[in-house]
């Protein structure tokens, strides 16, 4: 009993520590790291993708693009690790040029949230191929 006891005691800090960065994944914020806003983006746009042509979840879908339109403001003002690479003096101009693609997203999403909301289904799927079309841009550049 003694044993399980302290068993006990050793295993609890573990679990909290794993629900804690659970949670912390979950998260959309300014705290959150470019990559975690990143993945949080990427896992709202497979649940979309999956459901796109499924007018019962439009409301859901409406609050996925929604999260993820955040989740790109966030990353507005985030910088990727191939422009703090650069050389200080071209930082400026690639931060620009970052933050008109991070933009080209935060609109794409809520004009996606805003094609839910309106139960325009294949205004959606439009929506979809210019979002897939711009991960691919964004990636190609800053994220080789
Ligand atoms: C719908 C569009 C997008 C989706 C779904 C998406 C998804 C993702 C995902 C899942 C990752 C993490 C990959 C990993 O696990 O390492 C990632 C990383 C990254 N993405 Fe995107 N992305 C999108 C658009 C963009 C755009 C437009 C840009 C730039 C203008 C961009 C820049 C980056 C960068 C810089 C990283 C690396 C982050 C790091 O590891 O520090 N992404 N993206």
Redo the contacts with the bound molecule.
Sequence with gaps: MKKLIIAALFTLPLFTHTFAFAAQEDQISAAA???LN??Q??KN?KAIVATVNDSSKNQDNAGLAQQAAEAFQAVYNQV???INEMPADQQPEAIKG?QQ??Q??IDLFTQLKDAFLNGDNAGAAQILKA?SQ??Q???D???P
Aim: glycine letters at 12%; hydrophobic letters at 35%.
């Design positions: 790291s470019l990559k990143m993945k983006i990427g746009l990727p690790d191939v970052f693609e991070i080209k997203g979002l711009l991960k841009d964004g990636h550049q800053y994220n």
